[in-house]
């Protein structure tokens, strides 16, 4: 199971960190990754960091945004800075058995992940 938090309102230019918290075990043999689903559009990959710690991110977003996570706490982050309004989006934590070590392409595939958080909401105004 998995769940975010940290979502809200926030002015363009500002900072939000997204947690993710996953229930069971193993949560270091997961990759864990971080989508978003703007209103009328795909969802679409932000981010996602491996097993092993590797870090794969989306254009629209290097250079703002940084995923971590926290073994010990079964967590993972998205520390979120120098937002846009074309960030406004719900935000989805993902997770799956790395199977694929280091296949950017495939771990930037909605489907290519089998648990799924409920999203949380993330808006920025100008």
């Known amino acids: 199971q998995l769940v975010e938090s940290g979502g809200g309102l926030v002015q363009a230019g500002g900072s939000l960190r997204l947690n993710c918290a996953a229930s069971?075990?193993?949560?270091?043999?997961?990759?864990m990754g971080w989508f978003r689903q703007a209103a009328g559009k795909e969802r679409e990959f932000v981010a996602g960091i491996w097993s092993g710690g590797n870090i794969h991110y989306a254009d629209s977003v290097k250079g703002r945004f940084t995923i971590s996570r926290d073994n010990a706490k079964n967590t993972v982050y998205l520390q979120m800075n120098s937002l846009k309004t074309e960030d406004t989006a719900i935000y989805y934590c993902a997770a799956a058995h790395d199977t694929r070590y280091g296949d950017t392409y495939y771990w930037s595939l909605s489907a290519a992940y089998a648990y799924w958080g409920q999203g949380t909401q993330v808006t920025v105004s100008s």
């Open positions: 069971g075990r193993a949560f270091s043999s997961y990759v």
